[in-house]
């Protein structure tokens, strides 16, 4: 891109995405905001709604169901894609799992799930596309991290600890790819009115959280969605390691 006009930064077309959590909240509107801007969809889930999901959105869109426990599947799921599109772009880490309870009383199943989940999971996609990306000198991957990854919250240490450890993780792949046209950033919301996160914010418990934020509401899923279209665009070129968050200002304090 040697002119930097609106129009041509946020052109996805013909670029290939994939979509993990693409069934869920956040992944539809993620997958409304790709495709509308041209991008040739990838949308990966462990619900098999995610094929129907993209029978309904058309235009080439195909869905994979996988399991992110599988370092096998992973791997066997991004090669299938990459053959299928004959590319990789744009990779948008989503998929997560949510836990809440105190530490004392957090089982080690649940805590490793957690684990195994929001951080190895990511880390086994991430790895899988970042080899097709590198083959090509190109691609950006974006992490769905959370600003439970920059501040402590209360009855989420399974959650903290997942969600931090994936700035980590893309600070070094951004690190180590960056010279080779990939860039790697990661997205930071507050609680996002998504089905996932409402179930353990409703109520006084949400109304209080909504009061620590200056903005005093939640983020909506389209904010997120636009925020990672941001980051996977050209206009985000320059923009490595870092990490946006889309919190209202709660961790500014």
């Known amino acids: 891109m040697t002119t930097l006009d609106f129009q041509s930064a946020f052109d ?16 539809r509107c993620l997958v409304a905001a790709f495709r509308e801007r041209g991008a040739r969809l990838a949308l990966v ?27 096998e599947e992973v791997t066997r799921t991004v090669d299938d894609i990459a053959r299928s ?3 990789i772009d744009i990779l948008v880490n989503n998929a997560a799992i949510g836990h809440v ?37 190109y691609g950006r991957i974006v992490f769905l991290a959370s600003q439970a990854a920059v501040v402590g919250l209360y009855e989420h240490t399974a959650y903290c600890s997942a969600k931090t450890g994936l700035l980590g993780m893309a600070r070094c792949m951004a690190i180590e790819w960056g010279p080779k046209g990939i860039t790697v950033n990661c997205v930071s919301p507050t609680v996002v009115e998504s089905p996932m996160a409402l179930v353990g914010w409703a109520g006084e418990k949400g109304e209080r959280a909504k009061a620590e934020i200056p903005t005093r509401r939640f983020a909506k899923p389209e904010e997120v969605a636009l925020s990672v279209l941001f980051l996977a665009s050209g206009a985000a070129a320059m923009i490595n390691g870092a990490n946006l968050p889309i919190d209202g200002g709660y961790t500014i304090r």
């Open 101 to 137: 309870g105190l530490a004392e009383d957090t089982p080690v199943a649940e805590f490793d799930e957690v684990i195994a989940i929001n951080l190895r999971g990511q880390f086994l996609f991430s790895r899988a596309a970042g080899r097709h990306m590198l083959a090509r000198g």
């Open 85 to 87: 599109f004959g590319r």
């Open 12 to 27: 996805l077309s013909g670029r290939t995405a994939i979509i993990t959590g693409a069934a869920g909240g956040i992944g």
């Open 45 to 71: 889930d462990r619900d098999p709604a995610v094929h129907a999901l993209a029978a309904e959105i058309g235009g080439g869109a195909q869905g994979w169901v996988a399991d992110l426990h599988s370092e």
